[in-house]
């Protein structure tokens, strides 16, 4: 992704895994081989891998500059976690540090690490192994994550199901977090920064998650939209029934989908989605009575 110029913000993309080819039903329940095949020639290799069904996902971060502050977005996977219910995730040893160091900043220099929502591969980074015991990645970040989302993993953490909550992250990833006393339970239309009508602010989109919220970045008559899991795919602009098996309200989640499609198609709002691969950023657009997202391909200048 090239870098996104909002006023005097920037916005850049922190890979830990560039593609990853995912069953469809993995991704989509409902989704059927018909559904695919009738997108496949729009979707493209980029989208679809090329002799398979598989749809290509992009795990990711997105870090925003601002005059003030410097601010995480998501943290992916993270290393030497446990997943055993979900292979590719799982005991990863992958470059997020080193591709975060290649942008020029370092754990200590992140000021906000901001969860769209609690999911295991969106928490991995909060934490790293060191001397055998889980501690905060970034040791001077206040962590940000929507009481109503933090609060109800917390009771299901509680009750001590036979699996662990979201395939262990909450225990690895979040609660060492809270014990280390950096997390800041917020609302979910939380301000971090405002100027005007300018600023960085919390939107619920709750659907995914009981607290999944959308993070709005705007300035300088630009305006990008981090949208978590709302959508996963392109393939939902022309497919919004297509359902995450991690939805915890299908019916919400699609309700909250159509209503970022219908309010953002044909703006020159920004989408950046959690896994949308290269180039990841683009604009909505209609196309008859469903959508279309065209990626951003331009070359951008950081000045």
Not at 100 to 119: K, N
Not at 144 to 159: D, G, N, P, S
Not at 275 to 299: C, L, Q
């Amino acid at each position: 992704m090239k870098i996104q110029q909002i006023g005097p913000m920037q916005i850049e993309k922190v890979v830990e895994i560039d593609r990853l080819a995912v069953e469809p039903t993995s991704l989509f329940g409902n989704v059927t081989p018909d559904i695919i095949e009738r997108h496949r020639g729009w979707l493209g290799p980029a989208l679809l891998e090329a002799g398979t069904n598989r749809f290509i996902l992009s795990f990711h971060s997105y870090l925003i500059r601002t005059p003030h502050h410097t601010i995480l977005v998501d943290t992916c996977n993270g290393n030497h976690k446990n997943r055993p219910s979900m292979p590719p995730w799982h005991m990863l040893d992958t470059a997020y540090l080193a591709n975060l160091a290649r942008l020029g900043v370092a754990p200590e220099d992140i000021d906000y690490v901001m969860c769209t929502h609690l999911h295991a591969d969106h928490v991995g980074w909060n934490t790293r192994l060191a001397d055998s015991k889980w501690v905060p990645t970034f040791p001077k970040a206040r962590y940000l994550m929507a009481r109503t989302e933090f609060e109800h993993f917390e009771a299901m953490h509680r009750r001590n199901p036979d699996q662990p909550v979201n395939r262990g992250s909450f225990t690895d990833s979040v609660l060492p977090v809270v014990a280390h006393g950096q997390v800041d339970l917020i609302e979910d239309s939380h301000v971090i920064e405002r100027h005007l009508e300018d600023g960085i602010w919390l939107e619920p989109a709750p659907g995914h998650s009981p607290g999944n919220v959308s993070v709005h970045v705007k300035a300088g008559g630009r305006h990008a939209l981090m949208s978590g899991d709302v959508i996963h795919h392109p393939i939902q602009f022309a497919e919004p029934e297509l359902a995450n098996p991690a939805d915890i309200d299908k019916t919400l989640a699609l309700r909250t989908r159509l209503d970022l499609m219908r309010r953002y198609a044909d703006t020159d709002t920004l989408l950046l989605a959690a896994h949308f691969p290269e180039p990841t950023a683009g604009w909505i657009r209609s196309h008859g009575e469903r959508f279309r997202f065209r990626f951003d391909t331009e070359m951008r200048s950081a000045a």
